[in-house]
């Protein structure tokens, strides 16, 4: 904007030295009264014109210190902010006070920034939402399997992890599944073993508590009753044998 404004002060500079070419001094402030009216209500510029200091045409607030000549400068004037922009012609004589308003350019500018910000907010919201959204879809699965691990720690061993849908979690929750079914399949054969083994124990105590039974028997009866050498021989070879 203040490249526009720079270039087109000068603009306005170099059409007033042409129009002040070939004519007298006494026409030079109606050329001004008439280039400065058409000119700002044709393009919204504010313009004034001094010849040998005094105003000869002037739409723009008089200033009571004058920018240095062609540096443009922002002053506040009347509440809004104006870009103003000072040259001098025909070896000073002439000085060209140039302003225009910048102030809706404010407005716009803060208007846009507005929208930008609530643009920003509302991005944001929406990928916080997103983002939460999918590592809750990712935890969920990681919650389920930390529960199955929990029942298992309980010996609650048929627990299963969920296999549904075809992603990562649902091949971890497959393999999980199987290292269960391997688990439980091993406990079945331990199972099934100590079986066989108590059975085992108890047929051979079956099998030890019958001749043990007799050789009390016999025992008993050899040192209660009164025997012959022939039936103390017999009931010690039956002892003997059992």
Known sequence: T?????TEAAYIKK?????????SDSEIPTVCRQYVELYSE??????????????????FPRLVNLPQENVPKHLNIAGKRHIVIVHSLQNGRITLVYGKDISELDGNFFDMTVSFIAIYVGVSVFLAVMLYL?????SLPLEKLRLVTVDISEGKYSSRASEKGNDEFSALGKSFNLMLDTINSQIDELTAANEQKQMLIDNLAHELRTPLTSIRGYAEYMTMAPLSEDEQQESAEYIISQ
């Not at 059409?15 to 004519?23: C, D, K, M, Q």
């Not at 044709?42 to 739409?59: I, P």
């Not at 999918?134 to 990712?138: Q, V």
Request: glycine fraction near 8%; charge should be negative; charged fraction near 30%.
């Open 42 to 59: 044709s393009h919204g510029a504010e313009l004034s014109v001094m010849l040998d200091g005094a105003y000869v045409a002037e739409r």
């Open 134 to 138: 999918m590592l809750k879809r990712i």
């Open 15 to 23: 059409t007033l030295e042409l129009e002040f070419e070939g004519i």
């Open 2 to 6: 203040e490249k526009n404004c720079i």
